[in-house]
Nanobody, 127 residues
């Protein structure tokens, strides 16, 4: 079992920045992908960004391209999501998720490709 744990959410004014962190452990995690999804109240969960922990390939959802960056710090089981130029429409619960299977190349963007999910962290952007 892999249990992603996300942190770093909070309240920020429009145009501001936040950095989310996701930590996960498990023997299979090194060949997997860690991704971020978000779900505004009453709306469907959507893909934000992901990184392949084996090869480092990344992918981003269209609404966050150019504003958000996913990266790996020194800790091998941790990823960051740097969120800049935040907008009110970025307000959502942000979830970290990990794939069970080995991923080659670009990370998948579909929700059902991910098997392990964190509890979520709230990000609220005020206008």
């Amino acid at each position: 079992q892999v249990q992603p744990v996300e942190s770093g959410g909070g309240l920020v004014q429009a145009g501001g920045s936040l950095r989310l962190s996701c930590a996960a452990s498990g023997r299979t995690i090194s060949s997997s992908t860690l991704g971020w999804f978000r779900q505004p109240p009453g709306k469907e969960r959507e893909f934000v960004a992901a990184i392949n922990l084996r090869g480092g390939s990344t992918s981003y959802g269209d609404p966050v391209k150019g504003r958000f960056t996913i990266s790996r710090p020194n800790a091998v089981n941790t990823v960051y999501l740097q969120m800049n130029y935040l907008r009110p429409e970025d307000t959502a619960v942000y979830y970290c998720a990990a794939t069970r299977s080995i991923v080659i190349g670009a990370p998948p963007q579909g929700r059902y490709a991910y098997d392990y999910w964190g509890q979520g962290t709230q990000v609220t952007v005020s206008s």
